[in-house]
């Protein structure tokens, strides 16, 4: 009998030396020659290296007149794919699988383990034919787990890299298999190849535009450049590349210069100095949007180092506060802020130290006015609060422009203690109310008032908070001690015909250092007038910075 044994394990030896015994023909099928020599050596048999599932390997070893297969590879799958094989392409009669995993449990069953030697990946040295040894059987230990940060990178490992997709040059899916000529191909997980490159940090292309000339008028036809290609000659990805090597990885100007000399692609270092001067102007929007997103970290570190900028000592010595010493070092301040899963890291070079520099970023911090944004996605926006102080959160980032409201001459007369206490005491009031509509992170407030003991305020605009901008309009009113009593009883109020007094005015510009003008009456419409007459409950007159006197408000 021609019997051919797939497997030369601790099973498929057994198996042939009980039957090599009985004069049977036996052919024996691995992957590992040398376990085959040592086999062959010591019995009366023969051998075929190679995977025992391909067809090429079992018509090698004469299964086209074999009476039987026997399949006693380690994994079941293996076995099971022979025999059907054997028999459904080559008409074997009497086909034998060893079945282990499938009467007593399988770690795993997937599809890539069972053909996983069509793409090339044999077993171990030692096993037999096409999948990996199963934990446990036939002696076969579990390979070492690697220490991380150990072997080879992958194609995952370079998320950078051009891929490019490689067709067989004489096969497609859904073709007659030219091995068998009865399956159908179909398309498999690709095999990868990764090959890496050198090339120059900064890359050139000379473009030949073609020039035409006619030899009668003398007429000269240039050729246009090809499309994609821009008017400037550097790139953004050039000023990206530049800043990235200088500033991300220490690479000084000139080191670059004699690099990119070297490789035939000259880029001096003063030019270099002007491509990122051009590209900072452009991502300067960028920069401020960090350091907005850094302000709502969680966790912040910050440190500085000394630094030596020539062009930049001397101003910050004329700089210096009056009445203090004057400063003549510079500093690189490096703030690092954890928000969620991100994390942001800003640098600072000037006369600032770490602490000034990380209020300016402190003072970028927003949360309450993301969180009613968030809370209210069709925009629209109310609060209303009694009893508090501007010390709450949702007030901390309109605390420096209301000092700067405060300071006004004719208010800060009738304050008691210093309008920059606003900032650090908190300004409580008996009712604040903002209403209006979010667009992202751009308020516009319709209404805007503010009752406390000393003032009463009202206003309208708009408010950027990303960009940390505002643009408004107001009325704000010092309150006598009879006036704020007077404002709870409006009856006697009328009765002794008690009235507010209101200085028109505008903020604009930055929320760190907002701008407030004084206005004239006829530049504050009668809304605003009426909005701050009913916060104080009795009518307002205006007050006019250009005569020094008051304008009596309309009855």
């Known amino acids: 009998m021609k019997i051919l044994i797939l497997g030369a394990g601790r099973v498929g030896e057994s198996v042939a030396e009980s039957l090599v015994s ?56 293996t076995n099971l794919v022979a025999c059907k094989v054997a028999h459904e392409v080559f008409n074997v009669p009497t086909t034998i699988a060893r079945l282990r995993q499938i009467l007593f449990g399988a770690s795993s069953e997937k599809t890539a383990e069972v053909l996983r030697s069509l793409a090339g990946k044999g077993p171990p040295a030692g096993e037999s034919s096409i999948a990996a040894p199963v934990p446990g059987a036939d002696g076969a230990k579990d390979a070492p787990a690697k220490a991380p940060g150990h072997g080879r990178n992958g194609a995952k490992d370079y998320p950078g890299a051009n891929t490019v997709g490689v067709a067989h040059p004489l096969l497609k899916p859904g073709e007659l298999c030219p091995e068998c000529r ?79 000399q070297s490789l035939g692609i000259v880029l001096p270092a003063s030019t270099q100095w002007d491509i990122v001067e051009q590209g900072e102007r452009l991502i300067q929007p960028v920069f401020e949007e960090l350091v907005r997103q850094a302000a709502q970290g969680e966790v912040v570190h910050n440190d500085d180092t000394g630094a030596k900028i020539l062009a930049r000592m001397k101003p910050a010595q004329e700089d210096s506060p009056p009445g203090k010493a004057k400063r003549t070092g510079i500093f690189t301040t490096c703030i690092v802020s954890r928000h969620g899963a991100r994390t942001i890291a800003l640098f600072f070079t000037g006369k600032g130290h770490a602490g000034e520099n990380l209020a300016q970023v402190a003072a970028r911090a927003w949360p309450a006015f993301e969180r009613l944004a968030a809370a209210h996605p069709d925009g629209r926006v109310a609060v209303v609060a009694h009893g508090g102080s501007n010390r709450a959160i949702l007030c901390r980032a309109l605390g420096l422009p209301l000092a700067r409201i405060l300071a006004l001459e004719p208010i800060a007369v009738t304050l008691q203690g210093r309008p920059g206490d606003v900032m650090a005491q908190g300004l409580d009031y008996s009712e604040l109310v903002v209403a209006g509509t979010f667009q992202g992170l751009r308020a516009n407030v319709t209404t805007g008032t503010l009752n406390a003991a000393a003032i009463a305020l009202a206003m309208t605009g708009e408010v950027d908070f990303a960009a940390g901008r505002l643009d408004m309009h107001g009325i704000v009113a010092p309150l006598g001690r009879v006036q704020s009593v007077l404002q709870h009883v409006p009856v006697i109020g009328q009765i002794v015909e008690a009235r507010a007094i209101g200085v028109p005015m505008t903020v604009r510009g930055d929320l760190r250092d907002p701008t407030v003008v004084p206005l004239g009456p006829a530049a504050i419409g009668q809304s605003l007038v009426n909005l701050l007459g009913a916060v104080v409950k009795m009518p307002v007159d205006l007050f006019d910075p250009l005569v020094g006197g008051f304008k009596r408000a309309p009855e």
């Open 22 to 77: 009985e004069r049977n023909d036996i052919t024996v099928i691995d992957t590992d020659p040398a376990r085959l020599h040592e086999l062959q050596e010591r019995l009366d048999l023969r051998t075929v290296a190679g995977n025992g599932i391909q067809p090429s390997v079992l018509r090698e070893a004469g299964v086209e007149d074999t009476d039987l297969l026997i399949a006693c590879a380690p994994g079941d799958e």
């Open 182 to 260: 009865r399956g159908k191909l179909y398309e498999m997980e690709p095999g990868v190849l990764v090959r890496v490159t050198g090339q120059a940090p900064l890359g050139a292309t000379i473009y030949e535009l073609q020039r035409l000339r006619c030899n009668l008028c003398l007429q000269v036809f240039n050729t246009p450049a090809p499309e994609g290609v821009g008017a400037q000659k550097y790139d953004a990805g050039a000023a990206s590349m530049i800043a990235l090597l200088k500033y991300g990885s220490g690479v000084p100007f000139y080191r670059l210069d004699g690099l990119q």
